[in-house]
């Protein structure tokens, strides 16, 4: 029963890899050489392609951005944020506030952290949002 399983399985991978690699293949061909003017690829070379953006953009295994959910259990760093008292959460923003002015640059200025700071103290706080507007 096990060997069958595995078998579906692998047969399964086979058909999607074998249909990327026409997709790839076909969208070159229709997309590449008339806009770049570069050659067209075979269906070898599409597979190919296929292997090295996975092994160059892929990282090494499968949906690892959901692991957490994957094994039924929550992310650690939210179950620690969720546990932590209304006073440590204070000391961790406040030890991030420190490291964050040691750095010499004044990141109030960018949207990315003023987002932080909407996460640790609400939308109604004014530390990052007006120090950006001024």
């Known amino acids: 029963m096990k060997t069958v399983h595995f ?6 991978g086979l058909v999607i890899i074998a249909a990327l690699g026409l997709i790839v293949m076909w969208l070159w061909n ?3 050489p008339g806009i ?8 070898w070379q599409a597979i190919g392609l296929l292997a090295l953006s996975r092994i160059l ?16 259990c929550e992310n650690p760093v939210r179950e620690k944020w969720m546990k932590m008292s209304p006073e440590d959460r204070k000391e961790f923003i406040q030890k991030f506030r420190n490291r964050r002015e040691s750095m010499g640059e004044d990141w109030s200025r960018h949207s990315r952290f003023r987002e932080w700071n909407d996460f640790f103290e609400g939308p109604d706080s004014t530390s990052f949002s007006e120090k950006g507007n001024e």
């Open 7 to 12: 078998f579906k399985h692998l047969l399964a």
């Open 30 to 32: 229709a997309l590449i």
């Open 36 to 43: 770049f003017g570069w050659a067209s690829i075979n269906y």
């Open 57 to 72: 953009w892929g990282g090494r295994g499968w949906h690892k951005r959901h692991a957490f959910r994957r094994h039924g």
